[in-house]
């Protein structure tokens, strides 16, 4: 297996993951996963119903001592937090900072995580990681090929281990150069990314 960050000695500065149908149980597996000492921001999209509040940051947040908080407009991308999308918003990626929009729902959803992940890609391009985990459908296969087309990192749950294997499938279909792992699997792989701090782990 390549080495993460390959022979370019790549310093990732974010990690986006998106999911849908069961992604609850797997957002908490995975950010239980990450240490206290995680340095990059990362970034979650799932999908909710429009009228959700802040429990997902809430649930999220009992599994980690990482900081959770849900993303509002204008916000800063900070280090070593875990933010998510509110519901009904896409989030875009702007220089350092989020920006929240009410356009129209992609593939009937909003947030969308393509929008996300295409606008990661266009911002951090080969310095990001995007990670699609179980879903329903076939968003964020789109948005990340777009971030491994610009040189970036792409990482999908094993699809046998997800709970709605259908986002996962079709994201290895569109990025078959993904690396496919289970949740602790990635975590670990998270964990281990050379970044601008942190040197990669043997």
């Known amino acids: 297996m390549v080495p993460w960050g390959s022979a370019k000695d790549v310093a990732y500065e974010i990690v986006v993951i998106g999911t849908s149908w069961g992604g609850l149980l797997a957002l908490k597996e995975l950010v239980r996963g ?47 937090h875990v933010h998510v999308a509110p519901a009904d918003y896409h989030v875009l990626i702007e220089d350092g900072y989020f920006s929240l929009t009410t356009e129209a729902p992609v593939a009937y959803s909003r947030p ?17 990681v995007g990670v699609v985990l179980t879903g329903a459908n076939a968003d964020g296969s789109r948005g990340l090929k777009r971030i491994a087309d610009r040189g970036g990192l792409a990482i999908v749950q ?39 701090h942190h040197p990669a782990h043997p």
Request: with cysteine.
């Open 158 to 196: 094993m699809p046998q281990t997800a709970e709605s294997p259908a986002m996962p499938t079709a994201a290895v279909r569109t990025v078959p150069q993904a690396r496919v792992l289970t949740i602790e699997d990635i975590a670990r792989a998270l964990a281990a990314l050379p970044t601008a």
């Open 34 to 80: 990450l240490p206290a000492s995680f340095g990059l921001p990362v970034v979650v999209v799932q999908h909710r119903h429009r009228q959700s509040d802040n429990l997902l940051s809430i649930l999220l947040q009992d599994q980690t001592s990482l900081p959770v908080c849900e993303i509002e407009d204008k916000a800063p991308i900070t280090p070593g």
């Open 112 to 128: 969308s995580i393509d929008v996300t992940f295409e606008s990661v890609a266009d911002q951090y391009g080969a310095r990001a």
